[in-house]
């Protein structure tokens, strides 16, 4: 299926190693990241894991949840948790979703149905697998990324990223380029200036079309 924006998330159960999780329960009201890898023990998602296991603190201060998934067993999974410690200083407090059937990254649109093999897998097979999702509380689809396998992504930007969703939420607002928390927003068409001024305060007009106001406390 081809996932777009503002889609419903689609639900699944499957086993992690924090036990069996259903993805739907899980976001629990929140925000949520699903980032998936296209195998355990590979270099490039351990830092990605790492990067992932240092910034949980300031997802959950967002009342955000993490969950990976790889297309490894729960028990593959455990053994590279201890990799992913080794190499960035900083132990994983959230889960590792397995699939190994792809049942997930088929129902995600993560890489076509044939491309995986049976048996003797590589993680070139699955190439395709290095998505990341961002989830509301609604569990709609608020951001998707998708990374080649060479790069490895920037969990800053992912940050970044849920702070301008959550900046914007329900509110006649968004934030321009390289957009940081505390730095002015941009005023939604659907407002007239002195709609605005009434809603935001001062408005600067930096034309017609582009007009920023201090961003509302949080």
């Not at 960035?88 to 990254?105: C, E, H, R, S």
């Not at 995986?116 to 590589?122: A, I």
């Not at 968004?174 to 939604?188: F, H, L, S, Y």
Request: glycine share 6%; net charge negative; charged share 25%.
């Amino acid at each position: 299926m081809s996932l777009r924006i503002n889609d419903i998330a689609p639900d699944f159960t499957a086993d992690s190693t924090d036990g069996t999780l259903n993805w739907h329960d899980y976001i629990d009201g929140g925000y949520a990241v699903l980032f998936s890898h296209p195998k355990d023990f590979t270099p490039v998602c351990t830092t990605e894991f790492s990067a992932a296991a240092r910034l949980a603190g300031e997802f959950a201060k967002r009342n955000t949840r993490l969950a990976g998934i790889s297309i490894d067993g729960v028990e593959e999974h455990r053994q590279w948790m201890a990799d992913v410690e080794k190499y960035g200083g900083t132990a994983m407090g959230f889960p590792i979703i397995a699939d190994p059937d792809l049942k997930v990254a088929k129902l995600y649109d993560m890489l076509p149905a044939d491309a995986y093999l049976p048996d003797g897998r590589t993680a070139n097979d699955t190439a395709t697998v290095r998505t990341t999702f961002i989830i509301g509380p609604d569990r709609k689809i608020r951001l998707m990324l998708i990374y080649p396998m060479s790069v490895g992504r920037n969990f800053d930007e992912i940050l970044r990223a849920l702070d301008a969703i959550r900046a914007t939420d329900n509110q006649p607002l968004a934030t321009p380029a390289d957009w940081r928390p505390g730095e002015d927003m941009i005023v939604a068409l659907s407002l007239s200036t002195e709609e605005a001024e009434k809603k935001f305060g001062k408005i600067e007009v930096v034309l017609p079309y582009l007009r920023k106001t201090s961003a509302p406390a949080a």
